[in-house]
């Protein structure tokens, strides 16, 4: 298993201008560049998931176009992060209609239709659908939905199109994440694994050193 980001890097974030963060972009970004991150990518909500919360848009999602980093290096990626949306494995993959190139699949449980008790066959079917576009898995092994799921047939799926999990240190410094679950799915898959913040607050760029530490003591750095 290879660790696809450094310290340095972080792919899982979300801004006040398209979703649920507490920090602008450009708030991020200068913040970024001062703790030392070299590349991230900025993942707000799938549509689906805004429409469904009721979360306020700043920005018209094509203001991303125009967007330049004017205040440092740090390399600026815009992603989504879709939301499962029901057992047959259909997703919401888009911000206002627009499609990013990075998306991370994600299960939340204000968005998710279906039954948490099928929520394995729902993310294999996901999987195949859309394994073409998914670059990461994210926090799969929360408590809320991990409880239901199958870790071995789950990995398979993974292994299959060599899709990258996501160690999400936001859940695992809040003890929000299942370790029995994860313990068994680092040990089951075969490809990569992203490390990130999963940052709704600048504060929580901090928890970043907790997932590379847990990673470390089991052995995988």
């Known amino acids: 298993m290879k660790i696809l ?8 974030m979300h801004s006040i201008n398209y979703s649920d963060g507490m920090n602008t972009i450009d708030e991020i970004v200068q913040y970024a560049g001062k703790i030392g991150l070299k590349k991230i990518t900025i993942t707000d909500h799938s549509q689906f998931a ?38 047959e494995g259909n997703c919401c993959f888009d911000i206002q209609g627009h499609e990013p190139d990075f998306c991370i699949l994600s299960c939340h449980p204000v968005s998710y239709q279906g039954d948490l008790k099928n929520i394995t066959q729902a993310y294999i079917n996901a999987i195949h659908k859309y394994h073409d576009k998914i670059k990461c898995m994210g926090h799969i092994c929360n408590l809320v939905t991990s409880e239901y799921m199958d870790m071995e047939a789950i990995a398979k799926a993974l292994n299959e199109y060599q899709i990258p999990v996501e160690l999400n240190c936001y859940s695992l410094h809040t003890k929000k994440t299942n370790l029995e679950k994860l313990d068994k799915l680092l040990s089951l898959v075969e490809w990569w694994i ?26 995988y750095l």
Do not use: C, P
């Not at 980001?5 to 899982?12: A, K, L, R, S, V």
């Open 5 to 12: 980001n450094t310290i340095h890097e972080d792919y899982h």
């Open 50 to 87: 805004q429409d469904k919360t009721g979360f306020s848009q700043r920005n018209r999602r094509w203001h991303t176009k125009r967007w330049k980093n004017i205040h440092n290096d740090v390399e600026v990626l815009f992603g989504v992060e879709w939301d499962l949306i029901d057992e």
């Open 194 to 219: 992203y490390v990130n913040s999963d940052m709704h607050t600048l504060n929580d760029f901090s928890h970043r050193q907790a997932g590379f530490d847990y990673l470390k003591a089991k052995g």
